[in-house]
């Protein structure tokens, strides 16, 4: 079962498990005249976070994504930005919450949101905290000007969800080192035998994540795993490959990467 933290009554909840239809999902993105930023970033990271721990329970979603005027223009925008950031798209980009109902089958079970609001509509609110700090980009975040948003993605992870982050660029270029690191243990233990998750470690990232999707402490689990010097690399690889499914920041993206050793 997953809890999250209702974003109206600031009270733990447990999540609708909708077992016998599509879990219905509503994601409310803030009105912005530039490019999407790191408050859009973390809206979508959570939305597709929750999306991956509920599917990984064995439930099924339909998602809508409410965008203010979404003209053809600024929808093309917004997906650009979701895929640099490994955010699946969702069904429909909608104007409102009514436009989304004929699509989502009726009201959403569940809406993320951002801008510190939230409408009279039933359902669970969970509240994506605002993004404060030098690497907020004033002027939007863009995997046009080379910015690695899975590195954004992996700082913004670092923080409880639902609480106010600081996002410096020290903040983005320490994650992106972390991920380069990860992407290349993770390329080099593929090559060993395969063993299984240990269960302490499938465990406590089960837990974790079911409990108000603790992502900090998903990311204190690859840590400790990536220094275990009593877990083979084996075990190691497929503890990686399996978190990621839910934190979604492409650790395996080196594999094969590598230049082969020349014959002779």
Request: aromatic letters at 4%; hydrophobic letters at 45%; proline letters at 8%.
């Amino acid at each position: 079962m997953t809890t999250i933290i209702d974003g109206r009554t600031r009270h733990a909840v447990a999540l609708p498990s909708a077992r016998h239809r599509l879990l219905r999902m509503s994601v409310h993105l803030p009105i912005t005249n530039g490019a999407p930023g790191p408050v859009h970033a973390r809206v979508l990271v959570v939305a597709d976070v929750l999306m991956r721990t509920l599917e990984a329970d064995g439930r099924q979603l339909i998602r809508a994504c409410v965008l203010p005027e979404p003209s053809p223009e600024r929808v093309r925008t917004v997906e650009t930005f979701m895929t640099a950031l490994g955010v699946h798209p969702p069904a429909v980009f909608t104007g409102s919450v009514e436009d989304a109902l004929d699509v989502l089958g009726g009201p959403a079970d569940v809406n993320v949101f951002g801008d510190g609001r939230h409408d009279a509509e039933r359902g669970v609110w969970v509240e994506a905290g605002r993004v404060d700090g030098a690497g907020a980009g004033a002027q939007g975040l863009s995997p046009a000007r080379g910015e690695d948003l899975l590195a954004v993605r992996l700082a913004l992870l670092g923080h409880p969800y639902h609480r106010p982050a600081t996002l410096t660029p020290d903040d983005v270029a320490g994650a992106e080192r972390r991920l380069l690191r990860w992407r290349e243990r993770v390329a080099h233990w593929a090559c060993s035998p395969s063993k299984p998750v240990p269960r302490e470690f499938g465990r406590a990232a089960a837990d974790a994540l079911a409990a108000d999707l603790d992502t900090p402490a998903v990311l204190d689990l690859l840590l400790r795993a990536e220094v275990a010097d009593s877990m083979p690399e084996g075990a190691k690889f497929e503890t990686f490959v399996s978190l990621d499914r839910m934190l979604g920041v492409e650790l395996m993206r080196e594999i094969g990467c590598a230049p082969l050793p020349e014959a002779g």
